[in-house]
């Protein structure tokens, strides 16, 4: 669906250059000479890459619509990750680096978004946050738990994180899937 330069908002999924992108900041620019233009950062779906496009109010883009299904988390095998369709209950392959750095994060039977561009995955977003438990982490030292100061503690899925100095080894913990940063002590 073809949109003027002046529609185009953030998390917008674009066709440039023969390429699917998000964009990830907009800006209109007025300059005191010639006409205004949209300034857009995007960043490229499928290789990362990023790109700052500079487009003219008068110019027209491409819009892309995605598909989001929900499928559940299978297995892993070697650098292939499996999940199964939650409607049609097909299965489908997928590279781990689709994920990312998250892919740490995912667990049997988790339930997650895969976006879709003609039937094609382009990407997979999990839960914004999981509950995992702390396996190892420094011993609580007395009267440093007055501070908000952080200490090193590791999850039990291996990733490493900075939690608070009251946290010990088997507290449950609420950790943020996109950046594996500590949100809460699990109730």
């Known amino acids: 669906m073809k949109i003027s330069a002046n529609d185009i908002r953030i998390g917008n999924v674009l066709e440039h250059n023969s390429k699917l992108w998000i964009v990830t900041k907009t800006q209109h620019v007025q300059p005191g000479k010639g006409g205004a233009f949209m300034q857009t950062e995007m960043k490229e779906l499928r290789g990362g890459q990023k790109l700052n496009e500079r487009f003219r109010t008068a ?11 929900a499928f559940q988390f299978l297995y892993r095998d070697g650098d292939d990750l499996h999940f199964m369709d939650q409607t049609t209950y097909e299965q489908i392959q997928l590279p ?37 438990e702390i396996v190892e982490a420094e011993p609580v030292v007395k009267g440093q738990t007055a501070t908000s100061s952080y200490k090193p503690a590791i999850l039990s899925n291996g990733v490493k994180i900075m939690v608070p100095q009251h946290i010990e080894p088997g507290t449950m913990v609420v950790v943020d899937t996109s950046n594996a940063s500590y949100v809460e002590r699990a109730k």
């Open 96 to 132: 781990a680096d689709l994920v990312g750095d998250a892919v740490a994060f995912l667990a049997d039977g988790m339930v997650v978004n895969i976006c879709l561009y003609e039937n094609s995955p382009i990407s997979v977003s999990l839960p914004a946050t999981v509950t995992l």
């Open 59 to 69: 110019d027209t883009v491409e819009k892309v619509f995605l598909e989001e299904k």
